[in-house]
């Protein structure tokens, strides 16, 4: 079936350095593609979304571009601040299940800011 | 929009006790889920509603447990003859339509004791 590999964490960064997270997936057809971050005590929140090969998603100076080739999807950002720190899931939509799409998450990426 | 409301957040009981949770979704939203999130893990899919109907259902869900939603607002998960394994966070989403962003609320956290 379908499924998400992430980058194992947890990640620990200095304030404005680059970050990276790793995601990658196995799908049959052509699934959208979502980055989730959930803070702590809270629910998650969409991040951004591509829905498409060589899409890019952005929010909040976080980038990733569906790359069909290599099967990835992978979190970026330029300049991370404290208020990054929380957890970070990967996700896609698995084949539509009569009128909604089922999201199937990799195991979450935990990200600590440092200042 | 007051967002996807989940209660309670935190439930603590008894191996073998029964326990329910409530999750009401955003208002027009006619789509919604749950997921169930063990620790260190990402959620896991468990059951989907359009309006009232169950439509899908995933092999995690065994027969201990069962999902509602009368009239298609707000949603009832139940779990019957609690086992140490049910021990997660449940998380309930909803969306307005089957290619839109699904919403998450804070979920409730089950301990089984």
């Known amino acids: 079936g379908n499924s998400v590999t992430q980058m194992e964490g947890p990640v620990t960064l200095s304030e404005e350095a680059f970050l990276t997270i790793n995601c990658t997936y196995t799908?049959?057809?052509?699934?959208?593609l979502f980055w989730y971050v959930q803070y702590p005590g809270e629910g998650l929140q969409l991040l951004l979304k591509?829905?498409?090969?060589?899409d890019k998603g952005s929010n909040k100076g976080f980038e990733a571009t569906y790359r069909k080739e290599t099967t990835s999807f992978h979190l970026e950002k330029g300049s991370v601040q404290v208020s990054d720190s929380a957890v970070y899931f990967c996700?896609?939509?698995?084949?539509?299940?009569?009128?909604?799409?089922?999201?199937?998450f990799g195991q979450g990426t935990r990200l600590t800011i440092n200042p | 929009d007051t967002g996807v409301s989940q209660d309670p957040r935190h439930k603590i009981t008894k191996r073998g006790q029964n326990v329910t949770f409530r999750c009401d979704p955003i208002s027009e939203h006619n789509r919604l889920y749950w997921y169930r999130q063990t620790l260190g893990q990402g959620p896991e899919f468990l059951t989907y509603?359009?309006?009232?109907?169950?439509?899908?259902k995933s092999r995690l869900l065994s027969d201990r447990f069962s999902a509602e939603r009368p009239k298609g607002s707000f949603s009832t998960l139940e779990i019957q003859r609690t086992e140490q394994g049910d021990s997660a966070m449940y998380l309930c989403?909803?969306?307005?339509?089957?290619?839109?962003?699904?919403?998450f609320g804070d979920g409730t956290r089950l301990s089984i004791l």
């Open positions: 989403a909803s969306s307005l339509s089957g290619d839109q962003p699904q919403h």
């Open positions: 509603f359009q309006n009232e109907a169950q439509l899908e």
């Open positions: 996700a896609l939509s698995d084949l539509p299940i009569q009128g909604a799409q089922k999201l199937v």
């Open positions: 591509a829905t498409k090969a060589d």
């Open positions: 799908a049959t057809g052509y699934p959208s």
